[in-house]
């Protein structure tokens, strides 16, 4: 978890929000990102039968009859689901504070 502090504490009441509402829209953002990733890997899923969890672990292009071609937009989409997961989780667990407490660099 992270907590954002604004200095200097006397602005932090008009920083916080604005740096709170272009958190909160890039949550959204990456949300939706994250919707359409997940749409993409569907027919993936569907034609092979597997979750891409188990592809990514367990199959390798030979397995795919797109080959390598296949293998590479599969993975490929799957890595930017993981990498967009990882950013969404970041940003949600980012704490905000005006507390006063001076923070040294």
Do not use: C
Not at 67 to 72: I, L, S
Not at 92 to 104: K, L
């Amino acid at each position: 978890m992270s907590t954002l502090y604004v200095e200097p504490i006397d602005k932090a009441q008009h920083v916080l929000p604005l740096v709170r509402a272009a958190i909160n829209s890039e949550i959204m953002r990456l949300e939706l990102a994250l919707q359409l990733a997940r749409e993409r890997l569907l027919p993936f899923e569907r034609k092979y039968g597997v979750s891409s969890e188990y592809f990514i672990t367990a199959m390798t292009a030979e397995d795919l009859q797109g080959g390598d071609e296949e293998y590479v937009q599969w993975a490929g989409e799957y890595q930017l689901m993981r990498r967009l997961e990882e950013r969404l989780t970041n940003l949600r667990e980012v704490q905000y504070s005006d507390s006063g407490v001076s923070r040294s660099a």
